[in-house]
């Protein structure tokens, strides 16, 4: 099954979802996005992947970059503009892109994250480094994105740029977690 967008999520059997798109897709490899990646490879590619046996059902996911002087124009403080490839969100099934999340548009800048998503929010909290968040919300584009782990379905963030220069760059997707055999009481 190709990967979709679903009106519900089961209404027994779930557990609350709150994890970081990793390197490993199970929360636990790493999940600060700021390194030096190349396009073409592996090395800058961040996702979410359930374990056999289970679906997640998406429902929404949040940017989150940390940095000082953050403009709109940059990414935090990163000039992507004149040289970057971007950041780029996609989900699919095994080797194959299903859904181009951004519809093709590499987000190069602060700003470009409101192409996508309403709620995008700079913080700064008088000292220190400054905050850009976002949500984009899959209920919103027509509902849950379902992702089932026997079908090695995935959501990814691929960063194709040097972002070594970014204090912190990281995603967090929240959603429901259903095993796919719900026990029942007797």
């Given amino acids: ?102 519809a093709g548009v590499a987000v190069k800048s602060n700003a470009d994250w409101s192409h996508h998503m309403f709620d995008v929010n700079y913080q700064e909290f008088g000292q220190g480094d400054e905050v850009v968040v976002g949500r984009l919300t899959f209920t919103r584009m027509g509902g849950f994105l379902r992702l089932d782990g026997d079908a090695g379905e995935w959501l990814r963030v691929v960063c194709q740029d040097t972002l070594s220069g970014l204090v912190a760059h990281a995603f967090v997707v929240q959603g429901i977690r259903y095993p796919k055999k719900v026990r029942t009481r007797s």
């Fill in 1 to 102: 099954m190709a990967i979709e967008l679903v009106l519900r999520a089961p209404a027994s059997g779930c557990l609350p979802l709150t994890q970081h798109l990793s390197a490993n897709g199970d929360g636990t490899g790493a999940i600060n996005a700021n390194g030096i990646y190349t396009e073409g490879t592996d090395d800058g590619v961040f996702f979410i992947q359930p374990p056999a046996g289970v679906i997640f059902f998406l429902s929404r996911i949040f940017p989150f970059i940390q940095d000082t002087n953050i403009q709109a124009e940059l990414y935090g403080n990163v000039d992507l503009e004149t040289a970057g490839n971007g950041i780029l969100m996609q989900a699919g099934t095994g080797g194959t892109v299903d859904w181009d999340v951004l």
